[in-house]
């Protein structure tokens, strides 16, 4: 997936530093709503077998969402690819280093992936908006799946260009093909190409709105105005804690008329 030059200079620091890593993994698992519903969606999943899962995870980008699975190393096995042949290795590098051994990174692109009825379970995490050929893509990962698995996507909204509630939900900011999915349109792509079972629902309502400003939007505007903020960060993360986890609460147990983002099970 292409990546912005910031985000490129921010990998880099976090491959030089582990520890750097650990930690940004850390509060992101904790503190941002995309992560906190896509780990409860991954529970939830794995609660219903007993056996290793294996997990397919296309276009995982930073790497961050694969370390939800390492402390579950007996449950899991996880195969990652990116086009990005650097993140693919800075990913390799850091859990080779961390001794996770169950998950495994490399180069390969989701519209030519040609692998059948290998996993339980497959991933598409902000991923569909930077494909043109989304309905092959989405066709590779039903393919992809075993009998029964599930594909769980997490994906920009058909409103994720309100003004009132505009946000950027992925760490890729350059060519994106398309903005976001309505539920129909999407549930009636998935059932085209052969999934039985289409579940969907909107996230990112208000209290997730609000989340995001306080963990992501805010944080980067008086960063970008001062760098003394840097100073301050850490007290201003302990003071928005209580509020954050309020809001992903809310946000993830309500249900939403509409949101920012789109949040899909769909099972072979």
């Given amino acids: 997936m292409p990546v912005s030059s910031k985000t490129e200079l921010f990998t ?19 503190l941002l709503l995309k992560n906190n519903i896509i780990r409860r969606e991954i529970k939830l999943c ?32 996880i195969l990652g690819i990116d086009k990005n042949q650097k993140m693919v290795t800075q990913s390799t590098a ?22 059948h009825n290998t996993f339980d379970l497959c991933l598409s995490i902000n991923l569909l908006n930077y494909i043109e050929d989304d309905r092959k893509a989405l066709t590779n990962m ?11 996507i997490f ?18 900011t350059d060519s994106k093909v398309r ?13 085209e190409i052969g999934f039985s079972k289409v579940k969907a629902r909107y996230a990112y309502g208000t209290p997730g709105i609000l989340s ?13 105005t001062s760098q003394l903020f840097f100073a301050i960060l850490p007290l201003y993360t302990l003071l928005c804690i209580p509020l954050v986890i309020l809001f992903n609460f809310l946000d993830i147990n309500m249900k ?9 099970r769909a099972f072979k």
């Avoid at 402390?71 to 096995?77: L, P, Q």
């Avoid at 939403?256 to 899909?264: A, E, L, P, S």
């Fill in 212 to 224: 995001w400003k306080l963990t992501t939007a805010w944080p980067t505007k008086m960063i970008k």
């Fill in 256 to 264: 939403h008329n509409k949101g920012k983002c789109i949040v899909v």
């Fill in 94 to 115: 850091y859990f080779k280093h961390e001794n996770i051994h169950n998950i495994y990174c490399r180069t390969d692109d989701i519209l030519n992936f040609d692998q």
């Fill in 142 to 152: 039903f393919n992809a799946l075993k009998k029964p698995g599930m594909l769980l």
């Fill in 46 to 77: 794995g609660r219903r077998k007993n056996k290793v899962q294996h997990v397919f995870y296309p276009g995982f980008g930073m790497g961050q969402l694969l370390g939800l699975f390492s402390n579950y190393r007996n449950k899991y096995n």
């Fill in 179 to 191: 903005n976001g999915y309505g539920v129909i349109e999407l549930k009636q792509m998935l059932k």
């Fill in 155 to 172: 994906n920009s909204s058909n409103y994720a260009d309100d003004k009132a509630s505009k946000l950027n939900v992925g760490v890729y």
């Fill in 12 to 30: 880099d620091v976090l491959d030089k530093h582990s520890n750097a890593r650990k930690l940004y993994i850390f509060l992101t698992h904790s």
